[in-house]
């Protein structure tokens, strides 16, 4: 089992930075993809970022490209989304999830984490 714990949500101004972090508990997330997505309110959980085992590899959806960035460090057991330049439109609940063999598709990750929330005030 593993389990994931998310950080670093909160309440932000348009233009502003947040670097959420996802730490993993139990069997960790070594030799895994692991995925962001969001949800807001009314709306379908969306694909935001993805990093496959190595970490060589990252994959981000196009409304959070070049303004978002993923990493991981395995030793920490933690992988950390850089979000840049936010916007109102990038409020929602933020999870991490790890284990997968589609990470654009969050029905096939086999953990998830709670979520934290990420409010972006214009």
């Known amino acids: 089992q593993v389990q994931l714990v998310e950080s670093g949500g909160g309440l932000v101004q348009a233009g502003g930075s947040l670097r959420l972090s996802c730490v993993a508990s139990?069997?960790?997330?070594?030799?895994?993809?692991v995925g962001w997505f969001r949800q807001a309110p009314g709306k379908e959980r969306e694909f935001v970022a993805a990093?496959?085992?190595?970490?060589?590899?990252?994959y981000y959806g196009d409304s959070v490209k070049g303004r978002f960035t993923i990493s991981r460090d395995d030793a920490k057991n933690t992988v950390w989304l850089q979000m840049n330049s936010l916007k109102p439109e990038d409020t929602a609940v933020y999870y991490c999830?790890?284990?997968?063999?589609?990470?654009?598709?969050?029905?096939?990750?086999?953990?998830w984490g709670q979520g934290t929330q990420v409010t972006v005030s214009s």
């Open positions: 999830a790890a284990e997968t063999y589609n990470i654009y598709n969050p029905s096939t990750y086999n953990y």
């Open positions: 139990g069997r960790t997330f070594t030799n895994a993809a």
């Open positions: 990093i496959n085992w190595s970490g060589h590899l990252t």
